[in-house]
């Protein structure tokens, strides 16, 4: 890959991330109209895109950005007011500039461009008068772009640019640059080679020179700065505004008001800044660079994904060998491989956090995507709703957020469309006319809990009925509890919408939700009261790859429960066994908690503990007990999976390599319970 | 694939499942392994036997006696694991047949494979590429991709007939 390749590949993946930032950043002006911040973020992302596009030969976009910028800035001025239109033209322009940036799935592309008329779109906001005056394009063709832009009176300014010697090799040319400059108004232009070293020292690939400039211009200080985006954060760069009619280079102490244009930001009054490598900016620019730096700035770095799950794997490959050894270690019980041997576990432990907590993301990042849907869907549908997120923050492993999304989607779907009504009939039912759906992530234990709820109507329980037993899920006389009622609308092929709309309705939404969730070793809970709305549970583990684990045993047969589950572990004698009388149920501290034998699930034989060991787990709530003949302690444990052949299993979720070379399975607990239920009733 | 599939001399690993002798192209076997401990996976149909613990990888144990329709004996010192990589649907899978014992590698020609009978045989020809020679022994060269895609995975692919043949002898050593 050429180096002008790979940095139009590092571009590409920027503006994918600046125009994730313009939806979120719109759609947030949209419910707080007075936020200024905001409306300054937002122009800032598109001078971004503008620049760094022009810069990297994507002049179209940069042209068709420039038309955006406009409006914004007159909407940052106050001269345009925040409506509905402006947003909606806003992301149909952000989708337009996915399209020019993406190509759009080989689909005619011509087809798909819209430009003449979101820049109609665009120029029928402006105040009137002002709109025909507005240039074509802006870096595509600076000449044109310069005279019109402002109304404020020419000023001049010095600008000394001292390139870091590196910027070459960054892709950058400082004479395009220059080149911008010169478009902005008329330049004297002094290159200075005294850091120019002797020939013999010269490096072809460093720049040593440096430039000043001095430049008259009505595009006021803004402008200026904003050429020097990309280097400012490591070009030394000094730019300040001459007295009036005075052309003389030299008066470094210069300070001249410079009369507001409407391109600057509210707060950018200084007459003078200069932006050092390491300095301070002035709080203006130091707020609205927060949003453009590249992560670079904050010490973060991006790492290939592919390399992060090299990297869990080979922690799980440690972490088997780890307690290989210990093993080892404690059967020879030899202080001298003891003592390295636990302080090794206790690395590796630490260790195991640190890489898992590596592939930890906030959740939010999934979130953001849903106010775009909401938006667009609620204005397909007439309706009116509030998306309302909690829990942004909430951390998940990066492979479980991946693959969280689609189920997300469907569910948000389905509350739109089949949960909240239009706004006249909610009025109707004297509920406000703005519906609301609650996003909400929050850790239970080892598990992320994500909620959706809505104030909606509720699920239908005889629809539901109905449906079924016309589909012939269900015997028409079958008594079934709300859990297990609600749990049938994940059933393949089963929809109680009467129509069918672009939105859902075709039967295939929660079934692939359930088993997207299934496959993420998560579950999901309805819950539903009519006239007030549905709530939605999802429950997913923090992390695929390592979990604890308690270690048991059934005659010589080991299995691991997930420590998340379990609560406490009491003992069951032979005699309380007998005095169960069919029932298996175990009296805790004046609780009744049923309890499951491993031994008779699993058919296993051999001798019979007198004192059996019960761990009591907890599950959706409810507790059980698990019987076992002996606890042997807590284990980390490697998730593999038990592969496709396995696939139909329901009692364990896994397997895991244990010390000693021998694979023991990961219970299910679940599934366990599931199970059991079944084979009860199949009796 | 049948027999027309074979067009060039290729390697087959031979092995023994009662007194039949068969055969698996060389390109589909990982390795061969003494038996190790087999970790039982409880609730699955017992030609399944189990998981085992290849270099640090769970790989799951298919007794093929079992899936072949024939009855179960003890494991001896001659029982084998071959670990097989197949590609089903597009996707990899690595899993492990028990045989009663492994014997060597062979070549054979595409002139020594003839097509199988279509009748007198304990399987569904559509399981069995071809049946080679060796000497007076003859060898079943199989389609082991095929034995684990039919149907359902966890169906047992024996004929009919193979089964109910094979179920009453089944008391006699159990027992």
Redesign the interface.
Known sequence: MSNSNQFAATFLQEAGEQLALIEEIILDVEQNPQDDESINRLFRVFHTIKGSGAMFGFDQVAGFTHHIENVLDKVRNHLVPISKELVNVILASKDQISRMLWGSDGRDVAQEDFRPQLIARLNALLPQGNASSQPVTATAAPEQAAPTAASAAPAAYRILFSPEPGILARGLDPASLIADLRALGPCVIVAKTDAVPPLDQLKPDQCALSWEVTLTSDCGMDAIRDVFIFVQDDSKIVVEALPPHEDSVGTSSAVAPVKASPDQIPAASTPSFSVVKGGKASPASGKSSAVHKNSSTDGSVRVPSERLDRLVNLLG?LV?NQSRLAQVASRLDTPELSAPTEDLERLVSEFRDIVLGIRMMPIGTTFSRFKRLVHDLSDELGKEIDLITEGAETELDKTVIDQLGDPLVHLIRNSIDHGISKPEERIEKGKPRHGTIRLSASHEGAHVAIRIEDDGKGIDKEAVRAKAIEKKLISPDAVLSDRELFNLIFLPGFSTAKAVTSVSGRGVGMDVVKRQIDALRGSVEVSSAPGQGTSITLTLPLTLAIIDGLLVEVNR?QFIIPMAMVTENVELAANQRAGRNGRNLLVVRGEQIPYLRLRE????TGSEQDVERVVIVNYCGNRVGLVVDRVLGSHQTVI?S?????Q?????SG???MGD?????ILDVPGLVH?TDTARLAA | MSVESIKETAQYITFKLGDELFAINVGQVREVLDL??I??????PSY?R????VR?????V?DLRLKFGLPRVKDSVQTRIIVLELE?DG?G???GGLADSVHEVIELEPGQINEPPRIGMRWKTELIQGMGKRGEQFIIILDIAKV?SMDD??KLEATQQSSVENNKPELAPAS
């Open positions: 490959e088997i047969e699930i699993f058919s296993i593999q038990l592969g496709r052949l396995y139909t299993i329901e009692v364990a397997a895991t390599i070379g021998r694979v023991a399975l199970y | 190790s401990l970790t039982k996976v409880p609730t699955a399944m189990g998981v085992v613990n640090g990888s769970a790989i799951p298919v089903l996707e899978l690595v899993l684990f995975l966890i």
